[in-house]
């Protein structure tokens, strides 16, 4: 784990929490880290590194499924009387990228390479045998919140609580695997991967942009992308090109991957 991990500061809270603490908006104020007049940031266990990971998917932060999702799973771990770093470990494997949103991602980094170059059958490994090989991260590792919502990005550069919170957490996580693949989902993660090029942290050419959101909402350009729907099927909303100037990028960035 981190040397900066927070976990040992807020264990006893976690372990404390009621079986029914997710009905608790947003989050349980025992867990509020911090705020400003827009946001607030709230602990769940984010904190593990995984740092013989050879690629970092990037979010933008954690969800509050996913925080419950790790705060539960901590908690269980806790009053087991598992050792915090394990409990950590377990909370942050349990929540990362759950559900739909794992197979669009595993399907796209598949497509353009990154399992041939790792040398293993699928990405979706990471998940499994070979989870070594992957860091899962947000570009503001605990969960932020705007107005009582998940914070969807935007404007990250505007506020100067979430860029101090970028620059803390995952700046760290970067210099912490300074040689891995780094995966941006979504344009505010890329931003905040940008920044780390821009202060000498990362190298351009670490950055696999051009990858489609694997959300679900994104089903028609991630088939695209994948091949899987013909150009001429395509409704107005989908811009071919831009997939296709994203697709290249992609494999040329995993292509030349050292």
Not at 56 to 62: A, E, H, S
């Amino acid at each position: 784990m981190t040397t900066l991990s927070q976990f040992d500061r807020y264990a006893e809270a976690i372990a404390s929490l009621p079986t029914a603490f997710a009905t608790q908006m947003p989050l349980p104020n025992a867990l509020r880290m911090t705020g400003d007049h827009r946001h607030e940031i709230y602990y769940a266990p984010f904190d593990h590194v995984t740092l013989t990971a050879r690629v970092v998917i990037v979010g933008i932060t954690p969800g509050r499924v996913q925080a419950v999702a790790a705060l539960e799973a901590a908690r269980q771990a806790l009053r087991r009387g598992l050792p915090h770093t394990e409990a950590a470990e377990i909370a942050k494997a349990t929540a990362s990228f759950a559900g739909p949103m794992r197979r669009n991602l595993v399907d796209l980094l598949d497509h353009v390479g990154v399992a041939n170059r790792l040398g293993i059958c699928s990405t979706a490994e990471f998940w499994g045998a070979e989870q070594h090989l992957a860091h899962f991260t947000s570009a503001l590792r605990y969960p932020v919140f705007e107005g009582g919502k998940n914070y969807s990005g935007g404007k990250l550069d505007a506020s100067t609580l979430l860029m101090g919170e970028l620059d803390r957490w995952f700046s760290t996580e970067c210099r912490d695997l300074p040689a891995a693949l780094y995966v941006p989902l979504g344009p505010t993660a890329l931003k905040a991967c940008e920044r780390q090029v821009a202060t000498g942290i990362l190298q351009r050419d670490q950055i696999l942009a051009g990858l489609p959101h694997p959300s679900g909402a994104n089903a028609e350009r991630i088939a695209y992308f994948l091949g899987r729907k013909p150009r001429h099927l395509l409704s107005a909303k989908t811009r071919p090109e831009t997939l296709e100037a994203g697709r290249d990028r992609a494999l040329r960035t995993v292509a030349g991957w050292a």
